[in-house]
């Protein structure tokens, strides 16, 4: 059987080996937990449940005072909008007209092509007139003159 120094540091390696292959950052610091484990047990190798006590108060330690720093610290401040939603209020080029005869027009944003509806109390939109997006409904733009 192998000493229990050996076992936390095996303990202490697989933990930082899982924290390779997670985002969470939440396992490395049980692997500090068990490092400092393996340590109490080099000091003191017969003292089992000093090990184990050691190891658990330091990890749960480690995890309510660092985690949240470590959350502050790497915190995305990035407030790009990543979805569909992010042309609302662009501008875009008719590219099939838009009036009673034809109510779902075509609208070019972004080099893509859109289907487009404007207001039905709004005038006809021309195809090479520009319009401002004004929300997204379904699977088509919303659009109105500027």
Known sequence: MLPMWALWLIASGVFFLGEIFTISFLLFWPGVGAFLAFLTS???????????????????????FTKPL????????DDTTMNNSAIIG??????????????????????????????????????????????????????RKP
């Open 42 to 64: 080099l000091l003191l190798p017969e003292n089992i449940l000093l090990q184990v006590i050691v190891f658990a108060i330091s990890s749960i330690l480690l995890i309510l």
């Open 70 to 77: 470590v959350n502050k610290i790497f915190r995305n401040k």
């Open 90 to 143: 662009k501008k875009g080029i008719v590219i099939k007209s838009i009036d009673n005869d034809n109510p779902i027009g075509q609208v070019k944003i972004n080099g893509e092509l859109w289907s487009a509806i404007k207001d039905e109390k709004a005038k006809p939109i021309n195809a090479g007139e520009s319009v401002i997006i004004e929300k997204i409904d379904g699977v088509k733009l919303l659009v």
